[in-house]
């Protein structure tokens, strides 16, 4: 079992001499491995014989072939045929922190974003939250999943590109962060994240490191069973780290 990744963006077929299907072997020898469907090109997972040639041919370095063991179960999660692929998932615990650390596109991001409810996870398919159940009944992450689906637990979540912010914002700070304050928290936050002489900024006007620590105290200040902060780090100089 393997899973066939194609970069979208880095993939240019208009620039390249389509060495992903010439030189692929089991196109060569008449499967339709590699083909190319409204200009991009498909790779049927079941036809690739994993041997990473169109990985070293494409000169974009657009594909990702990975080699699975064959009891590996469905996904979580795909973004659709040649997309990424998630095939774990943390169980938050109440009252405890749990981090997520990996290099990017390791699906972090995308397992914060199932986790803290943004995100229906498919299994690969187009599944609804009753496959989702039935696939992780009497477990812990399901039990968690089902009441995330159901609203039974009311989560925060700090989002990873925090400079679309100004897009969906326009105001001060101090309006944004007392629109969130649900628990009374934000005098503590804004001392402990050193936000206080921000407060009457606009939002557009502040800077990466500034935006990030009012996006951090803004998801902080909900009143939620669970908090997800994606990438805290991005902006922030050593010692706010
Ligand atoms: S995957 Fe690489 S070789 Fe294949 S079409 Fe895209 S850019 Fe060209
Ligand atoms: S890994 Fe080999 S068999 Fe699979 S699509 Fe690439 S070139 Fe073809």
Redesign the pocket.
């Given at each position: 079992m393997r899973i066939a990744i194609?970069n979208r963006d880095?993939?240019?077929?208009r620039k390249?001499s389509?060495?992903?299907?010439y030189f692929c072997p089991p196109v060569r020898t008449g499967d339709e491995t590699i083909v190319f469907v409204d200009g991009k090109?498909q790779i049927t997972e079941n036809l690739c014989v994993g041997c990473g040639i169109?990985v070293h041919?494409?000169?974009?370095g657009?594909?990702t072939i990975i080699n699975l063991p064959e009891e590996m179960e469905d996904p979580i999660h795909r973004y659709g045929q040649n997309g990424f692929a998630l095939y774990g998932l943390p169980v938050p615990i109440e009252g405890r922190v749990t981090g997520l650390l990996g290099p990017n596109g390791i699906g972090k991001s995308t397992a914060v974003s199932i986790l803290s409810g943004i995100l229906r996870p498919n299994l690969g398919k187009a599944a609804s939250w009753e496959e989702v159940f039935q696939r992780f009944s009497g477990s812990i992450l399901g039990d968690y999943l089902k009441k995330v689906a159901d609203k039974g637990i009311k989560t925060s979540y700090k989002p990873q590109y925090i400079d679309r912010i100004p897009k969906s914002y326009s105001g001060i700070v101090s309006g944004l962060l007392e629109r969130t304050d649900e628990r009374g928290a934000l005098p503590e936050l804004m001392e402990s994240l050193g936000i206080s002489k921000l407060m009457e900024r606009d939002i557009s006007s502040l800077s990466g490191g500034e935006l990030q620590r009012v996006a951090i105290a803004a998801a902080a200040a909900r009143d939620a069973d669970f908090y997800f902060f994606d990438e805290i780090s991005p902006y922030l100089d050593i010692y706010q780290r």
């Open positions: 194609i880095r993939c240019q077929p390249c389509k060495e992903c299907e090109p169109c041919k494409c000169p974009f657009a594909i």
